[in-house]
T-cell receptor, first 112, second 114 residues
Framework: AQTVTQSQPEMSVQEAETVTLSCTYD???????LFWYKQPPSRQMILVIR????KQQNATENRFSVNFQKAAKSFSLKISDSQLGDTAMYFC?????????WGAGTKLIIKP | DGGITQSPKYLFRKEGQNVTLSCEQN?????MYWYRQDPGQGLRLIYY???????QKGDIAEGYSVSREKKESFPLTVTSAQKNPTAFYLC?????????????FGDGTRLSIL
């Protein structure tokens, strides 16, 4: 079975700190894509970052970066200089054969 | 601006009633998806469609039905056979033919039982 595990149900950090959210996944496929999505209290699902499994270079988008370890099937998200607007649920997901497999999410709270 | 529109934002269903959730996109995307979100869980796929007049069941299709008569529209009907329909429903779309492209989401519909 293809699964995604986010081991941290909830995290909180002070504004401006760096935080890392964990994600591990399990698949027998060799070609797939990984994503982090953010869902703020408004419930809109917003793409944060995308990683192609065949690329070894870690993706970055401004303050957001990933640490992709393919052999370990690990895909963590690092948020630098965290801001109050980063408060949200964060979901890790991987795409294989046109289907997204989702983790249960990590609730991230940024404290002022 | 291009995007995905879901309506209504809130919907209430009576016992034995079918209800339909609307999803429209103007992104010219070929693929569309319906997900169900319950508290403490990730999204679960209900149905997806890669092309007009064709769709496939996802992991939790029982009690739901869809149609794809137009590229822009992918309505979801929650039938009376779905015994626990209370949830948040998200519609998404993506470019087809370009694997690995991200899915874009609407703002969701919250369905509750009266």
């Amino acid at each position: 079975a293809q699964t995604v595990t986010q081991s941290q149900p909830e995290m909180s950090v002070q504004e401006a700190e760096t935080v890392t959210l964990s994600c591990t996944y399990d698949t027998s496929e060799s070609n797939y894509y990984l994503f982090w999505y953010k869902q703020p209290p408004s419930r809109q699902m917003i793409l944060v970052i995308r990683q192609e499994a065949y690329k070894q270079q870690n993706a970055t988008e401004n303050r957001f970066s990933v640490n992709f370890q393919k052999a370990a099937k690990s895909f963590s998200l690092k948020i630098s200089d965290s801001q109050l607007g980063d408060t949200a649920m964060y979901f890790c997901a991987f795409l294989v054969n046109y289907q997204l497999i989702w983790g249960a999410g990590t609730k991230l709270i940024i404290k002022p | 601006d291009g995007g995905i529109t879901q309506s209504p934002k809130y919907l209430f269903r009576k016992e034995g009633q079918n209800v339909t959730l609307s999803c429209e996109q103007n992104l010219n995307h070929d693929a569309m998806y319906w997900y169900r979100q319950d508290p403490g869980q990730g999204l679960r796929l209900i149905y997806y469609s890669q092309i007009v007049n064709d769709f496939q069941k996802g992991d939790i299709a029982e009690g739901y039905s869809v149609s794809r008569e137009k590229k822009e529209s992918f309505p979801l009907t929650v039938t009376s056979a779905q015994k626990n329909p209370t949830a948040f429903y998200l519609c998404a779309s993506s470019i087809e033919g370009a694997k690995g492209q991200p899915q874009h989401f609407g703002d969701g519909t919250r369905l509750s039982i009266l």
